[in-house]
């Protein structure tokens, strides 16, 4: 899973929060990412790179492997 880091800015997640706003729904905070499930004959150097220098931009984004969890949003 790819998201954004903490205080990038979040173009979709805006437009959803004004969507809501217009539509009268009341929500906190709303965050985007990308989901990718690698291919299991990739061996975890393989998968690495591709999560690290491919996939992602590790200046503006974090890779979470596994469950999201409150803490790896914020």
Do not use: C, W
Not at 34 to 53: A, C, H
Not at 63 to 73: E, F, K, N, Q, T
Request: cysteine-free; overall charge negative; aromatic content about 6%.
């Amino acid at each position: 899973t790819v998201l954004l880091k903490s205080g990038v800015m979040d173009p979709v997640a805006e437009s959803v929060l004004q969507a809501a706003r217009d539509l009268g729904l009341a929500l906190v905070a709303v965050r985007t990412f990308r989901r990718y499930y690698p291919n299991e004959s990739l061996t975890g150097s393989d998968q690495e790179i591709l999560f690290k220098k491919i996939l992602s931009n590790d200046a503006i984004e974090q890779i979470v492997s596994g469950p999201i969890h409150a803490d790896h949003l914020s």
